[in-house]
């Protein structure tokens, strides 16, 4: 069984497009993760959110927007998407007080 | 602010041979560590983590890595590389507090093995 699970794995889109990426984690972990790897595969946080409430908003352009329906998802929406948002994008969960996080397999988004 | 720093890009190391990736770190107390590796086109895996107690942590494949306060520094080691130790290795720092802050990730440090 997968821990933390995304889709798709690839996204090649186009300018001006708006996409979705999906995460799942089935560890009943309290807290959900973004994080974006550029192409020199440095790690930045976007979003956490804690039980469905966000926690963190890193300064991130308002064309992303994430969105949890319950504890176990969190998806990020990604609107008028811009070339500079070719990124790999790692949604990840930690359980409460813990600290570690377990990472999904990354979505690569590619905008040309 | 915390912050981590990988001083080194890219490491060549012989297959086994030993090795030690560098890792400093700045955070206000006493931190949560963290060694992650990524292998090409893969999510991130844990190797090993320091929440307190004994400095030297063993973590998974054979890797180690000792906690030093007075250097602020997490070093990574391992005795005798393979070739599929070849990957990305990031060390990162966490919150003691155990809050929804996540982990802040050094910039990675690419480890390449010579036949």
């Known amino acids: 069984d997968t821990a933390v699970s995304q889709t798709p794995k690839y996204l090649v889109t186009q300018m001006g497009n708006d996409k979705s990426i999906k995460c799942e984690q089935n560890l009943g972990h309290d807290t959900m993760y973004w994080y974006k790897q550029d192409s020199k595969k440095f790690l930045k946080i976007m979003f956490s959110y804690n039980n469905k409430e966000l926690i963190i908003n890193e300064t991130v352009p308002n064309r992303f927007s994430p969105k949890s329906p319950d504890k176990a998802h969190l998806n990020l929406h990604i609107n008028s998407l811009e070339l500079g948002d070719s990124a790999v994008y790692f949604c990840?969960?930690?359980?409460?007080?813990?600290?570690?996080?377990?990472f999904g397999e990354g979505s690569r988004l590619t905008v040309l | 602010a915390q912050s981590v720093t990988q001083p080194d890009i890219h490491i060549t190391v012989s297959e086994g041979a030993s090795l030690e990736l560098r890792c400093n770190y700045s955070y206000g107390a006493t931190p949560y560590l963290f060694w992650y590796v990524q292998s090409p086109g893969q999510g991130l895996q844990l190797l090993l983590k320091?929440?307190?107690?004994?400095?030297l942590v063993q973590g998974i494949k054979g890797f180690e890595a000792e906690f030093k306060r007075s250097q602020s520094s997490f070093n990574l080691r391992k005795p005798s590389v393979h070739w599929s130790d070849a990957a990305e290795y990031f060390c990162a720092v966490g919150d003691s507090g155990g809050g929804a802050d996540g982990l802040t990730f050094g910039k990675g440090t690419h480890l390449i093995i010579q036949p």
């Open positions: 320091y929440f307190s107690g004994d400095t």
């Open positions: 990840a969960s930690s359980p409460a007080g813990a600290g570690e996080l377990f």
